[in-house]
Structure formats: C-alpha cells, structure tokens
C-alpha cells in the first residue's frame, strides 16, 4: 500500500510563529487531504488538495503531484492551533477499491 | 455545513457484550466510513458503504460488522466486544467517495 510519511513528528512553536508541515507519499494519488485533530479528538478537514496550491485564512497549503509531497504552512501560530495534523492520501487500487490512508501526524503545540 | 454526528462521545462495555455505535450525517452523502485510532498505530479503515445496503471492508474488519439501512445512518457492530477492541472509533462521511471526509467526534470505547 501507499506510505505516508509526515514531518516534523513533534513541535514546540512560540504563538506568533509560522511553521511548515511536510507530507511524503510514496505513490501516484488520487487526493490529498490535510485534518487538524484538536484536544477533543475532533478531525477537522482543512483541505482538499490533489495538486496546486489553497489558502484559507492563516493556513495554505501546497500539494506538488507529481514530486509526492505536499506542505501545510500555517503563520501567525495562535494556541488555539495545537493538535495534531495529519496528512491522508486516497488512492484507487487495482481491483478498483478506493482507500484514504493517513499518516501518523504532526503534533503542534503552541504556547502563549 | 456538513455535521456528522455519533451516539456517544464515551462509552465503557463489558467483554463478550455486543456493542453498537451509531453515526448519522446530514448532507445526503453517498459514502460512510468508520475508523479506529489507537496510539502509535494512527487511523485505519474498519469498513465503509458506498451507498444503502452496500458495504466494503476496510483493513481491520475482523470483529466487526457494520448496516446501512438508511443512506444517513451507518451503523457499526462489535459482535462480542473484546479488550483489544478499546479504542477511539471515528466516523466519516463524503459525497464523493473520494471527496473531501468530514468526521465526527468520536466515540471513545472502553472495554473491560
């Protein structure tokens, strides 16, 4: 199956602050989607994003299709960003069954 | 705005009980899923439908079930629940079945 690979696992940011997220896959997808899990376990969709690039607010996110990667910037940190992103590849297989498959996350903490 | 929603947020059960975890979306999506999330193991697929009546397993079906009688409900079962069956069930749903996933908050099962 496809890999998914996100980086940094961890991070400590001073409120104010940007940072850049990274997702690697190892395969040709159909989708890429970027969640934000909050405290609470809520998974929240922040993109939809199969190529180019999207801008929502303080986040925006790039997805370079045909590299395997895609990045979450997210600037002017508030604490109210810490959680856990996570990044999700779907992919049809061979025998046409379709899959989203995540990658472990990143873990952001912001602190005031 | 898409709201998916899920019977209980907690929920604690006795091993061998069947158990039932209810999810309801209100955007007359075509596809539901279920997930389990479980540290270090990330997000993984239980089952999902693709329509009313329809299902397709996912990575992890062994010890569920799940129905889909009416296209806003999907309904996942733990036939006898077990102890490696604690954990965080989240469910999702999406017009596209490889559109964008909206999900819930979560059910956090306990099992003793």
């Known amino acids: 199956g496809i890999q998914v690979e996100q980086s940094p696992p961890d991070l400590i940011l001073q409120e104010g602050a940007n940072s850049t997220l990274r997702c690697n896959f190892s395969?040709?997808?159909?989708?890429l989607q970027w969640f934000h899990q909050n405290p609470w376990g809520q998974l929240i969709n922040l993109f939809y994003?199969?190529?180019g690039t999207k801008q929502n607010g303080r986040l925006s996110a790039t997805t370079v299709a045909t590299e395997r990667y895609s990045l979450l910037y997210i600037s002017s940190s508030q604490t109210t960003d810490s959680g856990v992103y996570f990044c999700?590849?779907?992919?049809?297989?061979?025998?046409?069954?379709?899959?989203?498959?995540f990658g472990k996350g990143t873990k952001l903490s912001v602190i005031p | 705005d898409v709201k998916v929603t899920q019977s209980s947020r907690y929920l604690v059960k006795r091993t061998g009980e069947k158990v039932f975890l209810e999810c309801v979306q209100d955007?007359?999506?075509?596809?539901m899923f279920w997930y389990r999330q479980d540290p270090g193991l990330g997000l993984r697929l239980i089952y999902f439908?693709?329509?009313?009546?329809?299902?397709e397993k996912g990575d992890i079906p062994e010890g569920y079930s799940v129905s889909r009688e009416k296209k806003e409900r999907f309904s996942l079962i733990l036939e006898s629940a077990s102890t490696n069956q604690t954990s965080m069930y989240l469910c999702?749903?999406?017009?596209?079945?490889?559109?964008?996933?909206?999900f819930g908050p979560g059910t956090r099962l306990t099992v003793t």
């Open positions: 999702a749903s999406s017009f596209d079945l490889a559109g964008a996933q909206y």
């Open positions: 395969d040709s997808v159909n989708n």
């Open positions: 994003i199969p190529s």
């Open positions: 999700a590849v779907g992919a049809y297989s061979g025998a046409g069954s379709y899959q989203l498959t």
């Open positions: 955007m007359d999506h075509e596809n």
């Open positions: 439908s693709y329509d009313v009546k329809m299902k």
